[in-house]
């Protein structure tokens, strides 16, 4: 039973190495980075989808790179009803993730699955905003964090004229400060951020985002936090939209160096309302698809 618990505890410090640099602390429940190229304020169409982003990491740590790659598949649901004028939405996310931390061996396992309900309101000229409500519910793999969090998200978007002008803030709160292995789990904001226009069925753009812990009572804890900054490439083929973008840290603060990380998107809509949506439309967003 010891030796099965030193190798769980192992597991589950393995991504937190990879992705934070310190097997004492833990990062964001939700990955930094995750919702870029998104129009998170903008409604869906009524509809479900099926979206998964998967993403590579290599992080300049010492005397090897840490190299990580997470996978977040997701269903998606937009319902035909409001409440107080929004949009209901739901969402839920199974993320599934491998680390080889400074050189190690590879270690893999799937994270804490998060439930989400989200209102959207449409404001009217192409702006709308939204508020997201989830948990990440706790799970015993040893892996990524496992202590339950809840997630708070508030979005804001532009998408007229082919553009996708989207801030997405995500602030998370865990309900237990440690692990049963003593892995510390301060609270965290995010910020994602994207600015992207659309030509054709192409969609290019500056991308960045940055992420941080918040402060925690602990003695000597060493606060981690990130900006990074990337470029978003994405073609919309008609049955699935593909987004690419390549991020690449600017400041990061205990992480142990510097992260380079390319992404890939999928965006397959699984059921639409075709009266809520566009013909060949395949993006998130009721006015914009192309």
Known sequence: ?????????????????ALAGSAAQAGS???????????TGAQLPVGLYFVNLSSFGVRDTAPASSDSNVNLPTLALATPWTVLGARVQFFFTQPVAAASPRGGSYQSGIGQPLLAGQLAWDLGNDFGVSYLFGGYLPI?????????????????????NGFNLTANLLYGTFLNERSPFGVLYPDYLNLDLTAT???????????????????TAVAGYRRQGQIAVGALVGYNFGPVNLQAYVTRDVIERNYGGYETRGWLRAIVPLYQDKKDVAPNRTLVTREQGG
Do not use: C, N, W
């Not at 039973?1 to 190495?17: D, E, F, H, Q, S």
């Open 197 to 215: 226009k659309r030509f054709g069925k192409f969609e290019i753009g500056p991308v960045a985002f940055g992420s941080t812990d918040l402060p």
């Open 29 to 39: 429940a939700a990955q930094p980075g995750q919702t870029i190229g998104l129009p």
């Open 1 to 17: 039973m010891r030796t099965r618990a030193k190798r769980a505890t192992a597991l589950g410090l393995g991504l937190g190495v």
């Open 140 to 160: 015993d793999t040893r892996f990524l964090t496992q202590e339950a969090s809840l997630s708070h998200r508030f979005a804001a978007s532009y998408t007229g």
